[in-house]
């Protein structure tokens, strides 16, 4: 590979990953434009995206232990990355649907797909169109990873009622880690539990966000970086923290957990800080270490984790 081909691609993972945190996509604009740009995103957004829905639907699992996932809806699947996530934690699954409106897309998850040793990748039905245009199928999984916030609010209000229309027993949904996207979801939020959704995760509760204007819930998943990751996103580290936001809505009620922590916990030699969300709203935590139950739950305490102290 050449100097001048790396710069290239270089670029065109910055364009990406500009692209997925952007607001302003032009209508019917193709996310991806040329070769090197398909090869940026498999190097570097498609592990990301994996990341961040493998660790979504992580607490799907451990919320509701006893779900039996054996089909499958992916929408706006890209190339598959939510999808391979989907396979690797639910062995019941057996039938993916997947709709994604970039043919070159399609094409690169299915080559990848090809390589992979997931049964229900190999058997996968990949439709070439719009969700807007999408006739959907019933699945007792459904995915939209990276996706609603490529349409304008109308479009993926719109959207997500179908969505959960096509939803036998979860969705789930995870979008970039950024204000406006969390903005996003949280609209969406609302359209879903006033559809009749059980919100799941990560809310503590169905009522109203209790963070303030300024802030957001969001998340961080760390990715480990392939020598062609840190070489086209320029990174001298053998990882990256991918900052997303996701929301678990289930058909039926399932037990929520009793609080959120919603940053890092910043732990002291005698003491640790939590902020948590809880149903009673938002709660800096402070648990020393004469308490040796909490204490101990504390130290492996991670953000984003449930908290029920």
């Given at each position: 590979m050449s100097?001048?081909?790396?710069?290239?691609?270089?670029a065109?993972?910055?364009?990406?990953?500009?692209s997925?945190?952007s607001?302003?996509r032009?209508a019917?604009?193709?996310?991806?434009?040329?070769a090197?740009e398909r090869?940026?995103?498999?190097?570097?957004?498609?592990?990301a995206?994996y990341?961040?829905?493998?660790a979504?639907?992580?607490?799907?699992q451990?919320l509701?232990p006893?779900?039996?996932v054996s089909?499958?809806?992916d929408?706006?699947?890209?190339?598959?990355?939510?999808?391979?996530?989907a396979?690797t934690?639910?062995?019941?699954?057996?039938?993916a649907t997947?709709?994604?409106r970039d043919?070159?897309?399609?094409?690169?998850?299915?080559?990848?797909?090809?390589?992979?040793?997931?049964a229900?990748?190999?058997?996968a039905?990949w439709?070439?169109?719009s969700?807007?245009?999408?006739?959907?199928?019933?699945?007792?999984?459904?995915i939209?990873?990276?996706?609603l916030?490529?349409?304008t609010?109308?479009?993926?209000?719109?959207t997500?009622?179908?969505?959960?229309?096509?939803?036998?027993?979860?969705?789930?949904i995870?979008?970039p880690?950024?204000?406006?996207c969390?903005?996003?979801?949280?609209?969406?939020r609302?359209?879903?539990i006033d559809?009749g959704?059980?919100?799941?995760?990560p809310?503590?509760?169905a009522?109203s966000c209790p963070?303030?204007?300024?802030d957001?819930?969001?998340?961080?998943?760390?990715?480990p970086r392939s020598?062609n990751?840190r070489?086209f996103?320029r990174?001298?580290l053998g990882?990256?923290?991918e900052?997303?936001?996701y929301?678990?809505?289930t058909?039926?009620?399932?037990q929520?957990?009793?609080?959120?922590?919603?940053?890092?916990?910043?732990?002291?030699?005698g003491?640790?800080?939590l902020r948590?969300?809880q149903?009673?709203?938002?709660?800096?935590?402070v648990?020393s270490?004469r308490d040796?139950?909490a204490w101990k739950?504390?130290?492996?305490?991670?953000?984003?984790?449930?908290?029920?102290?």
């Amino acid at each position: 590979m050449s100097q001048a081909s790396n710069a290239e691609l270089a670029a065109a993972a910055q364009r990406i990953s500009t692209s997925y945190r952007s607001t302003e996509r032009l209508a019917g604009e193709t996310f991806l434009r040329n070769a090197h740009e398909r090869l940026a995103y498999a190097a570097t957004r498609l592990p990301a995206t994996y990341a961040a829905t493998y660790a979504t639907l992580s607490h799907l699992q451990a919320l509701w232990p006893q779900l039996s996932v054996s089909s499958l809806l992916d929408l706006g699947s890209g190339s598959g990355a939510a999808s391979w996530a989907a396979c690797t934690q639910f062995e019941s699954l057996h039938t993916a649907t997947l709709f994604e409106r970039d043919p070159d897309l399609v094409a690169l998850g299915q080559q990848l797909a090809r390589a992979a040793a997931l049964a229900p990748m190999d058997k996968a039905q990949w439709n070439t169109c719009s969700l807007q245009q999408a006739v959907l199928p019933q699945a007792d999984l459904v995915i939209a990873s990276y996706v609603l916030n490529e349409l304008t609010e109308k479009e993926s209000t719109s959207t997500a009622r179908t969505m959960w229309h096509a939803t036998k027993s979860a969705l789930v949904i995870v979008e970039p880690g950024t204000t406006a996207c969390f903005n996003h979801l949280n609209h969406i939020r609302s359209v879903l539990i006033d559809e009749g959704a059980h919100l799941l995760a990560p809310c503590p509760h169905a009522t109203s966000c209790p963070l303030s204007d300024n802030d957001w819930c969001h998340f961080a998943q760390r990715v480990p970086r392939s020598t062609n990751h840190r070489l086209f996103k320029r990174g001298d580290l053998g990882y990256e923290d991918e900052k997303f936001c996701y929301m678990i809505f289930t058909t039926q009620p399932v037990q929520r957990v009793k609080g959120r922590i919603l940053r890092h916990p910043q732990r002291r030699s005698g003491h640790a800080h939590l902020r948590v969300c809880q149903e009673a709203g938002i709660r800096d935590i402070v648990i020393s270490r004469r308490d040796k139950g909490a204490w101990k739950n504390v130290r492996k305490a991670r953000w984003g984790d449930a908290w029920d102290e």
